[in-house]
């Protein structure tokens, strides 16, 4: 095709037609730039083909990710109702002084209650990768980037709301450091000992007394409070985050 142009040119030189050979010189300059854009146009297409694997690569993992982060704090939430509605049982037989528990039922109620430490852990190894690297730019869709930038910064209110929450644990499991109150009774009439390999006491000391404890009913009350701002507050509106982060990229990952 060029040694046609070329021919052509040299033609329309020789036979001294310059208006043509203007005219020829500009149509192969125009052809050229065509060429040029064709060929930036290919490796745009490319390059954009490219990136959209990578997205939806990304995407994919994220999905599961994000599913198994929600699975975690589905988890937790049930756990942590578990713990604060163990403590309002405590509660009612602390204001009923005719129903109370016996020491096998105390001892479970208490260790379902504090035995369990609050602390959400989601997986979140692709995200950060993706933000420590600047690939979250590479996520075509501008609101699934707001929401994931928006999850890094809710997981650090998280983190300060369950700090509380075992602060308040703590300071209800110290009056069991005392010789007031027994562990090992909790430990023994919960199955725990067998567990560890502990022998069983021969007499045990009774943690009843706590049901006219007023400091203790004081710090289970700040307890029960904790727990439930915890997930009303935090828990409940991280679970809509997730499913809205979920939705969104859902939206799109191409089938």
Known sequence: MLKFFRKIRRGLIAEKKVGNYVLYAIGEIVLVVIGILIALAIDNANEDSIKHKKEQVYLIGLKKEFETSQNKLKTLISVNKKSYEDSKTIIGFMQDPNRLPNEEELSNLLY???AFDISYNPNNSLLEEMINSGSLKDLSNPQLR???TNWISNLDDISKQEAMLDHERDQIINMFRTNENSIKTIYDLTGVSSD?????????????????STEFENNLLMFILTSITTETM??????????EILATIEGEIEE
């Open 112 to 114: 379902n209650a504090f």
């Open 196 to 212: 560890l390999g502990l022998p069983i006491a021969t007499e045990q000391l009774s943690n009843l007394p706590l049901l006219q």
């Open 234 to 243: 935090h828990y409940a509106p991280l679970m809509q985050s997730m499913d």
């Open 146 to 148: 707001v929401l994931l």
